[in-house]
């Protein structure tokens, strides 16, 4: 299963997070919640439209250390 592409923003707040120290699941939510609110989309009854994965998390960070 093909996911949604990472924008460079999202792979911008990846890095800094993860230099900074935060967990793995807390970088997930961070995204997952700040892409909702950008495309307008996060009220407070309605969830994300998509979300970013530990393991997509986990992913993302070992593509960009090859």
């Known amino acids: 299963m093909t996911g949604i592409p990472w924008t460079d923003e999202e792979t911008a707040v990846l890095l ?4 900074w120290g935060y967990k793995h699941e807390a ?4 995204l997952t919640n700040r892409r909702a609110e950008i495309r ?3 009220h407070t009854n309605m969830p994300p ?3 970013r994965t530990v393991s997509a998390v ?3 960070l070992n ?4």
């Open 16 to 19: 800094v997070f993860s230099m």
């Open 27 to 30: 970088i997930a939510e961070i």
């Open 40 to 42: 307008g989309i996060l």
């Open 49 to 51: 439209s998509y979300t």
């Open 58 to 60: 986990r992913n993302k």
């Open 63 to 66: 593509e960009l250390r090859t």
